[in-house]
C-alpha cells in the first residue's frame, strides 16, 4: 500500500480538474469495500486514490422530471432507507436488502458497485430493468450513456480516465411484479451465483405488459434478455410459460457464455430462479 | 441426588468477559514489544518436489532484512508433531504439500520482510504427487515419507459380523465423503516473543496446549524445557488448529539466534494455506437390522486423508473408528480406519477428531434401516440406544451417566410437534420441509491413553485463594468453569478468586484444551488441588473450633460446624494464623481419567473413562428449483453430566450447531484453490435457525460435580441431523458433504422434483 497518495476533492468542479490533470494515474474511492480489498492485494498500481464520496453533486434521491435520480456516492443503507426508491423501483430496494451485509451496505455506493464492473454486482439487473442511464461527468462535457454499457467487459470499464460517474437516472416504475432474486452459498456477505431482476404490469385481460427481464453473474456483464421479455410480453401467466422462460434465460446464458463447469448448476438454477420470481404472477 | 450448589450451576459473569467487552485483553499481534522484528515464513508453491538449492543471498542483501534461515540453522531435532513427529520446523530436503515452510525471514519491518521473501529463489524438482488416499496406498503411489504412506490403522473387531449379518431382515450399504473443512476462527495465528534476562526465551502465543509448545520448541532448539517459557497470549479461537504448532517454533528460532524480541502474525491466507484442516473421511458402511429394530451387525471401512504430516491424524484415525457406529448397543462389528498420507495440506485436529464424519456416516444409515423397515426414526434410535449396562463396540461396560435415552426423550415433544403440524404446513409448491434427526456419543479426553491434568491452589495471608492452572482458555469458557468448581469446594465468593493461567513459567501442566476434556480432567485436578487445601483448613479449624474436622465444612468463607453454623472461624483468620504457624496453605491436584488402552488387534478396552451423549432435531426446506437450504429450527438435548455453567453450556450448544450448520451445507476447502474467507464460506448470523438448547444432566459419579463435556458434543449431531431432514424433504439422500447449492439441485432433481 505504500506510495499512493490520496487526494480528496471538495466539490465536482475540483475533482474533475484533478482527473484532467492525473485520471490516468488514479483509482476513485467512494465506500472503498472493493479498492480497499484490491489495494490489499496489491492490484491497485495507480498513485493517486480519488476520494469522491464527499461531493455534494453525488448525493440524493429524487423524482425529477420524471425521472429518479440517483446519486453515485449514495450508499446501498441509503437506498434501503429510502421512501422513494420503495415506491418508483422496488428491485432496487430489494437489491439493497440483499446486497452483502449490513457494514458493507452502509459504505458502499451504487456508484461504485456500477463502476466496478463485476459480473455479480447487485445493482446491475435492478438498474436494467429500470432502463437506468449513467451521467457521466468529464473534463469538457457530460454525456449519460445506458447503464449497461458502463461495463466493456468483466471488471473493465468503458469510461474515459478522466471520467466519473455522477448518478444515475430511473425511468420510476411501480408495476404489479417487482423483484430481485440472489442464490448465494449463504444468505449474507456473499458474491451472487445468480442474481436477476424482473418488471411486469398486468393489464386488464390478465395479460403481462412492460415485461423487463435482466440476469446476473452468468454473463461477462449483466444484461437484459430480451427474447425472454418478448415471451412473455402480452401473455397470460402460466406454468408453462415461466418455466419455458426459465430454460430460454439459461439457453442464452450458455450461448453468450460458453459451457462453463458452473452452469451444470446454474443451468438449472437460472431456469428455476426465473419461475420463482415470476411465480406470483400465477395468482393474480 | 440433585445437590444445590452455591457457584456450581450458576451461570455467573464469565472471568475476563467484561475485559473483553471493553477490548482489553492483548492479543499477541497487540502486545507491545521495543524494536520487535518482524518475521515471515516463505512456503512452498510446489505439493511434491525436491529441493535443489535455496539461494538467499539476495534477500540477506535487502535493507531491513537481518537474517534468513533455513534447516540448517536449527540446532536441535527439526520434527514436530504431538503424536507421531513427521513435520520438520523448516524442510530439509522436499516439500511435501502447498503451504510447507522453506525459510524463515527476520526483518525490521514487515515490508522488507515481505521483499526478503520475493527476493529467495527456491530450485524445485518436480516430484509424483498424489492426493487421493486411495491411490496413496497403490504400490506405484509416490512415497510420502520414507516410512511409506500408511500412517496408522485402528481396527475394532466384536462378535461375528457373519452371523450378524445372516440375522438381519434388512441390511443396507452406503459410502459416504466429507471434505477438507477449515477452522476459521477468528484470530489467525499469531505469537510473539523475547529473550528475559536469565536467557529464556519467553514466547507469548495463541495456542490451545502450552505445555506441549515448550517441550516442542526446546526439542527444537535442544534446549533445557527451562530455558523456554510458552505464555498463552489472549487467544481468539483454536478449534483443534491451534494445537499444532504453527508460529511457536520459528518465533523461538529466531530468539535462539537473534536474541530480539520478534513477532510473527500469520495473514488469513497464510493460517489457511498453512494450518491444518479437518479430516476429509470416506467412509463406507454395511448396517444390519432384525424385524423388530435391533442393530444386528455392521462393517465399516474408513479412510482418512491426514495429507502430507500426522499431525493430530492417528488420534482422528482411531476415534473415527470408535465413535463410527453411534450411540447404540452392537454386538457383531468389523471396523478398520486407515489413515493416510497424501500431497494435501495436512489436517489435524478439529473440533469432534473424525467423530462428526462418523456421526453423519451412522446416522445416514440409522435413518435408512428405519426407512427399510418403516419404523419412526426415533424409535429405532430409542430401541438400540447405549444405556447404563450397555456394552459399546470396544466392550466397555457402561456403568453410569448414559443419558443417550434422556436425550432422545428431551427431543420427543418437539420431534412429534414438528411431525404432526411444521411438517404438513402448506408451503409453496418448490419448497419441500423436512426433518431430521442426529444422535451421538463422545468421549471426553484422550483416546485409551494417559492424559493427565495438574492443578495448584494457593492460599495467601489474608485469605484470597489463587488458581494456578496449565489450562488455556481459548474463549470456551474453561477458566470460568474451573473458578467455580474451587470456589464450591472452599466455600468462596468467585469474585475474590486470582487466576494463574497458561503460563509454562507459572503452572503446571493441564494437557491440552481439547477432546472436551478440560472441565472433566482439569476440573477434577482443582477439584483434587481444592480438597486437599481444605483438608488443611479444616484441620486448623479443628483446633480453633476444638472439634473434629469431619464436622466442619467451608462455606460463605468460614470453616463452620456442619451442624451449628454459628459456630466458624474466618479464612482469613485462618490464613494469618497459619501464617504465624510457618505452615504453607496451598493444594496441589492431579486427575488422571481411568482408560485402558485398545487391543492393537481387537480395539477392544476402555479407552475413555465418560462419554458425553446428545440428539439434535432440524427442520429445515429446501427450494427444488435453486437447492438453497433454510434450517429453520434446531433442538439440541445434550447430556452433559452436570452443566457447572448453564449459559456457557447453552452458547457452546449454539455455537457448535453453527459449526456443524457450515459444516452440512457450506463448507469445503479446495487445496490449492481456497485462499481465505472471500472464497471459504461459513454460516453468518442470517444462516442460523431457531436453537432450543436442552440441558439433559445423567450425573457422571467421577466428574467434578457430575460434570463432563460438552465443546466437541455440541457440532457433532447438526450435520446428520440436518442430512436426514434433507433426505426426508427431498426423497433423495445426499452422501457427500457439504449438502452445497448443486448437490441439493441434483438430488432434487433426480427425485424430479425439478420442474414447473
Given at each position: 500500500m505504500s506510495g499512493k497518495q490520496y487526494y480528496r476533492p471538495g466539490n465536482l468542479e475540483q475533482c474533475?480538474?484533478?482527473?484532467?490533470?492525473?485520471?490516468?494515474?488514479?483509482?476513485?474511492?467512494?465506500?472503498?469495500?472493493?479498492?480497499?480489498?484490491?489495494?490489499?492485494?496489491?492490484?491497485?498500481?495507480?498513485?493517486?486514490?480519488?476520494?469522491?464520496?464527499?461531493?455534494?453533486?453525488l448525493w440524493g434521491i429524487e423524482l425529477q422530471n420524471g425521472k429518479l435520480w440517483i446519486g453515485a456516492a449514495v450508499t446501498l443503507t441509503e437506498l434501503l432507507n429510502s421512501k422513494l426508491l420503495q415506491e418508483h423501483g422496488f428491485a432496487l430496494h430489494t437489491a439493497a436488502l440483499h446486497f452483502a451485509a449490513r457494514q458493507i451496505r452502509n459504505v458502499a455506493t451504487i456508484g461504485g458497485n456500477v463502476a466496478h464492473c463485476s459480473p455479480s454486482a447487485?445493482?446491475?439487473?435492478?438498474?436494467?430493468?429500470?432502463?437506468?442511464?449513467?451521467?457521466?461527468?468529464?473534463?469538457?462535457?457530460?454525456?449519460?450513456?445506458?447503464?449497461?454499457?458502463?461495463?466493456?467487459?468483466?471488471?473493465?470499464?468503458?469510461l474515459e480516465p478522466r471520467e466519473l460517474i455522477i448518478g444515475f437516472e430511473l425511468r420510476p416504475r411501480s408495476p404489479f411484479l417487482a423483484d430481485f432474486q440472489k442464490i448465494g452459498r449463504?444468505?449474507?456477505?456473499?458474491i451472487a451465483r445468480v442474481n436477476m431482476a424482473g418488471l411486469a404490469d398486468m393489464d386488464e385481460d390478465q395479460r403481462m405488459t412492460g415485461v423487463r427481464f435482466a440476469l446476473g453473474s452468468c454473463t461477462p456483464v449483466p444484461r437484459r434478455f430480451a427474447d425472454v421479455e418478448a415471451l412473455l410480453e402480452g401473455s397470460r401467466p402460466g406454468r408453462e410459460l415461466f418455466w419455458e422462460a426459465g430454460r430460454l434465460a439459461a439457453e442464452n446464458m450458455i450461448r453468450m457464455s460458453g459451457r462453463r463447469p458452473s452452469f451444470v448448476y446454474k443451468e438449472k438454477a437460472v431456469q428455476g430462479l426465473v419461475y420463482r420470481m415470476f411465480s406470483p404472477l400465477l395468482e393474480a | 441426588m440433585n445437590l444445590v450448589y452455591q457457584t456450581v450451576g450458576q451461570s455467573i459473569d464469565k472471568k475476563d468477559g467484561r475485559q473483553r467487552l471493553r477490548g482489553e485483553p492483548l492479543f499477541s499481534a497487540d502486545l507491545e514489544l521495543e524494536n520487535a522484528l518482524v518475521l515471515k515464513v516463505l512456503r512452498s508453491s510446489k505439493a511434491h518436489a525436491e529441493i535443489e538449492s535455496i539461494d538467499s543471498d539476495a534477500a540477506s542483501a535487502l535493507p531491513g532484512v537481518v537474517q534468513i534461515f533455513t534447516a540448517r540453522d536449527i540446532p536441535g531435532r527439526n520434527l514436530m508433531g504431538i503424536i507421531n513427529k513427521d513435520q520438520p520446523l523448516l524442510v530439509v530436503d522436499k516439500v511435501r504439500s502447498l503451504g510447507d515452510a522453506v525459510a524463515l525471514v527476520a526483518a525490521e519491518s514487515e515490508t522488507a520482510a515481505n521483499a526478503a521473501l520475493q527476493a529467495i529463489r527456491v530450485d524445485y524438482r518436480d516430484l509424483p504427487a498424489v492426493f487421493d488416499p486411495q491411490q496413496a496406498l497403490t504400490e506405484e503411489a509416490p512415497l510420502i515419507h520414507a516410512e511409506g504412506n500408511l500412517l496408522c490403522r485402528r481396527?475394532?473387531?466384536?462378535?461375528?459380523?457373519?452371523?450378524?449379518?445372516?440375522?438381519?431382515?434388512v441390511i443396507v450399504e452406503q459410502t459416504y465423503q466429507t471434505s477438507f473443512v477449515e477452522h476459521a476462527f477468528l484470530e489467525p495465528d499469531a505469537g510473539a516473543g523475547y529473550v528475559d534476562s536469565d536467557g529464556v526465551l519467553v514466547i507469548h502465543a495463541s495456542t490451545q496446549n502450552p505445555h506441549y509448545d515448550r517441550s516442542e520448541v526446546s526439542g527444537v532448539l535442544r534446549l533445557p524445557k527451562e530455558r523456554v517459557r510458552i505464555i498463552q497470549a489472549a487467544t481468539g479461537g483454536g478449534f483443534g488448529s491451534k494445537l499444532d504448532v504453527n508460529c511457536q517454533g520459528f518465533i523461538g528460532l529466531a530468539l535462539y539466534h537473534l536474541q530480539r524480541p520478534v513477532r510473527l502474525v500469520y495473514t488469513r491466507e497464510e493460517s489457511f494455506l498453512a494450518t491444518a484442516k479437518r479430516h476429509p473421511l470416506t467412509i463406507t458402511m454395511k448396517s444390519g437390522v432384525d424385524s423388530t429394530g435391533k442393530l444386528t451387525a455392521a462393517k465399516v471401512r474408513i479412510l482418512c486423508d491426514t495429507?502430507?504430516?500426522?499431525?493430530?491424524?492417528?488420534?482422528?484415525?482411531?476415534?473415527?473408528?470408535?465413535?463410527?457406529?453411534?450411540?447404540?448397543?452392537?454386538?457383531?462389528?468389523?471396523?478398520?480406519?486407515?489413515?493416510?498420507?497424501?500431497?494435501?495440506?495436512?489436517?489435524?485436529?478439529?473440533?469432534?477428531?473424525?467423530a462428526p464424519q462418523a456421526a453423519f456416516a451412522s446416522e445416514s444409515q440409522?435413518?435408512?434401516l428405519a426407512a427399510e423397515l418403516g419404523m419412526d426414526p426415533l424409535k429405532i434410535r430409542k430401541i438400540n440406544a447405549l444405556r447404563p449396562g450397555s456394552v459399546t463396540v470396544t466392550g466397555q461396560k457402561l456403568e453410569a451417566s448414559v443419558g443417550y435415552l434422556e436425550c432422545l426423550e428431551a427431543i420427543e415433544p418437539y420431534y412429534q410437534a414438528a411431525k404432526a403440524e411444521w411438517l404438513p404446513a402448506q408451503v409453496?409448491?418448490?419448497?419441500?420441509?423436512?426433518?431430521?434427526?442426529?444422535?451421538?456419543?463422545?468421549?471426553?479426553?484422550?483416546?485409551?491413553?494417559?492424559?493427565?491434568?495438574?492443578?495448584?491452589?494457593?492460599?495467601?495471608?489474608?485469605?484470597q485463594a489463587t488458581l494456578y492452572t496449565g489450562c488455556a482458555d481459548i474463549g470456551q469458557g474453561s477458566s470460568t468453569v474451573l473458578i467455580q468448581i474451587l470456589a464450591e469446594t472452599l466455600g468462596l465468593e468467585y469474585e475474590n478468586i486470582q487466576m494463574v493461567a497458561a503460563d509454562t513459567g507459572r503452572t503446571t501442566s493441564a494437557g491440552a484444551t481439547s477432546a472436551s476434556r478440560q472441565t472433566y480432567i482439569s476440573g477434577n485436578a482443582v477439584l483434587d488441588a481444592s480438597?486437599?487445601?481444605?483438608?488443611?483448613?479444616?484441620?486448623?479449624?479443628?483446633?480453633?473450633?476444638?472439634?473434629?474436622?469431619?464436622?466442619?465444612?467451608?462455606?460463605?468463607?468460614?470453616?463452620?460446624?456442619?451442624?451449628?453454623?454459628?459456630r466458624g472461624i474466618s479464612l482469613a483468620e485462618l490464613a494469618a494464623l497459619a501464617r504465624k504457624q510457618g505452615i504453607e496453605l496451598f493444594g496441589e491436584g492431579r486427575f488422571d481419567p481411568v482408560t485402558t488402552s485398545l487391543d492393537p488387534e481387537t480395539g477392544q478396552g476402555d479407552p475413555y473413562a465418560t462419554y458425553a451423549f446428545a440428539c439434535q432435531l432440524a427442520l429445515l426446506s429446501v427450494d427444488v428449483l435453486t437447492g438453497e437450504v433454510r434450517v429453520d429450527k434446531v433442538v439440541a438435548a445434550h447430556d452433559v453430566g452436570r452443566a457447572v455453567h448453564p449459559e456457557n453450556v447453552k452458547g457452546q450448544i449454539c455455537g457448535g450447531v453453527a459449526m456443524g450448520l457450515g459444516f452440512a451445507l457450506m463448507e469445503a476447502f479446495e487445496p490449492g484453490k481456497t485462499e481465505s474467507l472471500k472464497d471459504y464460506h461459513i454460516p453468518t448470523c442470517s444462516d442460523m435457525p431457531e436453537v432450543i438448547p436442552l440441558i439433559v444432566e445423567s450425573e457422571e459419579p467421577s466428574g467434578p460435580y457430575g460434570a463432563k463435556g460438552v465443546g466437541e458434543p455440541a457440532l457433532i449431531p447438526t450435520a446428520p441431523a440436518i442430512a436426514n431432514g434433507l433426505a426426508l424433504a427431498l426423497g433423495e439422500r445426499i452422501t457427500t458433504l457439504p449438502a452445497n447449492l448443486e448437490r441439493v439441485l441434483e438430488a432434487g432433481l433426480k427425485a424430479g422434483l425439478f420442474g414447473a
Open positions: 474533475l480538474d484533478f482527473l484532467a490533470e492525473n485520471g490516468r494515474e488514479s483509482v476513485l474511492l467512494a465506500g472503498g469495500t472493493d479498492v480497499m480489498v484490491d489495494m490489499r492485494a496489491g492490484e491497485i498500481d495507480k498513485s493517486w486514490i480519488v476520494d469522491i464520496s464527499r461531493l455534494p453533486e447487485d445493482t446491475l439487473p435492478p438498474l436494467l430493468v429500470h432502463e437506468a442511464e449513467a451521467l457521466l461527468a468529464g473534463p469538457c462535457a457530460r454525456r449519460r450513456i445506458p447503464v449497461g454499457e458502463v461495463a466493456a467487459g468483466t471488471y473493465r470499464s468503458a449463504r444468505r449474507e456477505l456473499v | 481396527d475394532i473387531i466384536r462378535g461375528d459380523i457373519h452371523a450378524g449379518f445372516a440375522a438381519a431382515a495429507g502430507a504430516y500426522g499431525s493430530y491424524g492417528i488420534a482422528v484415525v482411531s476415534r473415527a473408528a470408535v465413535h463410527a457406529l453411534g450411540p447404540y448397543a452392537l454386538d457383531n462389528v468389523a471396523i478398520e480406519s486407515l489413515g493416510v498420507y497424501t500431497n494435501n495440506p495436512y489436517c489435524g485436529a478439529m473440533r469432534g477428531f473424525g440409522m435413518d435408512l409453496p409448491e418448490y419448497r419441500r420441509r423436512g426433518i431430521g434427526l442426529g444422535g451421538m456419543f463422545y468421549g471426553i479426553g484422550n483416546t485409551g491413553t494417559k492424559n493427565p491434568s495438574t492443578a495448584r491452589v494457593v492460599m495467601d495471608q489474608t485469605g480438597k486437599k487445601l481444605a483438608a488443611i483448613l479444616c484441620s486448623l479449624g479443628a483446633r480453633q473450633l476444638k472439634t473434629a474436622a469431619s464436622d466442619l465444612v467451608l462455606r460463605k468463607g468460614q470453616v463452620q460446624d456442619r451442624r451449628d453454623p454459628s
